[in-house]
């Protein structure tokens, strides 16, 4: 018999008062009987439309099936016949608005848990699990991937299972992308990251760091003077934006990108971290997307005393993952919504001195169907501050599309490529993930790299 309980088992978590103070895993994951009987809420529906909901096509019913039965390991085969980065995500997809957001119980109840058991049985098999990786026969063909994020990894872990010698370029000093300097510890461990990295430089994927590509080298010397028969670029979108407000320019302003890198890719929380942060004590965010809600949780377990979100739309607008929002506020977080800022204040060295907002209130449907912010008049006020962290989303650096000839992008500076395939203007060059989409999800950017890598090999075959 189903389990009919309208609620989900309860993720166990550090407690908010401990968490917030550290940059451990904040959820703790789910016991072997929590994972059984959320698992026998499925209903295994014969119209799989979880499964719809899933950019990698994941048999959800599937695995889930395995776990209610108490074959946990059986449940990864599942998974992993699909997804390259299980582990991954179990901890940072969007479930909500993806495969939970398609689940039946979800009509009147809560949706069955999926990310939550995604990640149990990852955990699952990495704990109890030491699987002997073989390179593949190689088929002499050569593929080089632009970017060690989603994207690349996954387009590099498929094309590598099908014996393609792969070549991923990484501008960082350390491969991962946005898993390794984007989203903190305390939401996905870097142990896990390495992992899946390890697995696939074992089937032969060759990582080469400190590589920016149309700077080091461009895209055209990788294909005709290395021999690379099809580029995949998974490069992101890292470049930050700015609201071009007064005092952007004042010490202690940071774009997301940066404030975040320091911590999760330096270190700088750490007393003998080489990139240190300045350690503040009243912190402003503005944006209400889940890098925001990233840096303003990492800037209170740095030691700030009070954090604002500043958001101008309202509560129910906001683009951040819910549990992501909920764990913010028991966090302390402090939620400014209906306000946007007009001016960051100096003291008197030049430091954020404060932040200048006014009020908002909602007016009618923008292009995006969301109703447009607008000023109230006669509403400003200032909240005293000492940093300013902007995440307000990024574009594609225009590095890569300024070097290479006749790659088609869009104004605001994403290659065009074809949904069903990833091919750019370009012969033989392929892209996916944000560099093509503009800041999106880690799932999304997967989906991209494993169409990529299939359109790849059926273009190398065919040649």
Request: with cysteine; aromatic share 6%.
């Amino acid at each position: 018999m189903p389990n009919m309980s309208a609620k989900k088992n309860e993720m166990p978590v550090q407690a908010p008062e401990v968490r917030n103070k550290n940059f451990e895993e904040v959820a703790l994951g789910y016991t072997k009987e929590q994972a059984i009987d959320e698992a026998q809420r499925c209903l295994n529906c014969k119209t799989k439309n979880c499964v719809a909901g899933c950019p990698v096509n994941i048999d959800i019913p599937g695995f889930i099936k395995e776990v209610a039965e108490g074959r946990f390991e059986d449940a990864y085969q599942v998974i992993a016949g699909a997804s390259s980065l299980p582990a991954v995500c179990g901890r940072v997809c969007p479930q909500e608005t993806q495969c939970e957001g398609k689940c039946v119980r979800g009509i009147k109840a809560e949706p069955v848990g999926i990310g939550r058991l995604e990640r149990f049985v990852a955990d699952y098999h990495n704990e109890n699990f030491k699987e002997e990786i073989k390179k593949p026969e190689s088929n002499g063909h050569k593929v080089a991937v632009i970017g060690s994020g989603p994207a690349g990894l996954t387009c590099a872990g498929e094309l590598a299972k099908k014996g393609y010698e792969v070549t991923v370029f990484e501008a960082l000093h350390l491969a991962g992308g946005v898993l390794v300097y984007g989203i903190p510890e305390f939401r996905l461990p870097k142990s896990i990251v390495q992992k899946e990295i390890d697995g696939l430089k074992a089937l032969g994927v060759k990582i080469e760091t400190n590589m920016v590509i149309g700077k080091v080298l461009s895209i055209d010397e990788l294909k005709e003077e290395y021999g690379f028969e099809a580029v995949f670029i998974g490069s992101g979108a890292g470049l930050p934006k700015f609201m071009n407000i007064p005092g952007e320019n004042l010490k202690g302003v940071y774009s997301a990108n940066e404030f975040l890198t320091r911590v999760n890719l330096m270190k700088s929380y750490k007393n003998d971290s080489d990139t240190p942060i300045k350690h503040s004590k009243r912190v402003a965010v503005v944006g209400g997307g889940n890098v925001a809600m990233d840096a303003a949780r990492s800037a209170l377990r740095l030691g700030a005393e009070e954090v604002y979100i500043i958001y101008r739309r309202s509560r129910t607008e906001l683009p951040a993952r819910a549990e992501e929002v909920d764990h913010a506020e028991e966090e302390g977080i402090i939620f400014k919504f209906l306000t946007n800022p007009v001016e960051i204040l100096a003291d008197e060295n030049r430091f954020v001195g404060g932040i200048r907002c006014v009020e908002m209130e909602l007016g009618e449907p923008d292009a995006s169907g969301r109703r447009r912010p607008v000023v109230k008049e006669g509403s400003e006020f200032e909240i005293a501050v000492d940093c300013v962290i902007m995440a307000l989303g990024t574009s594609p650096n225009p590095l890569i599309k300024n070097t290479t000839k006749g790659l088609d992008t869009q104004k605001w500076g994403g290659i065009i490529a074809e949904e069903e395939t990833g091919l750019t203007s370009r012969e033989g060059i392929y892209a996916g993930g944000d560099a093509v989409t503009g800041a999106a999800t880690v799932i999304l950017a997967m989906g991209a790299g494993k169409t990529a890598a299939q359109s790849i090999h059926e273009y190398i075959k065919a040649k």
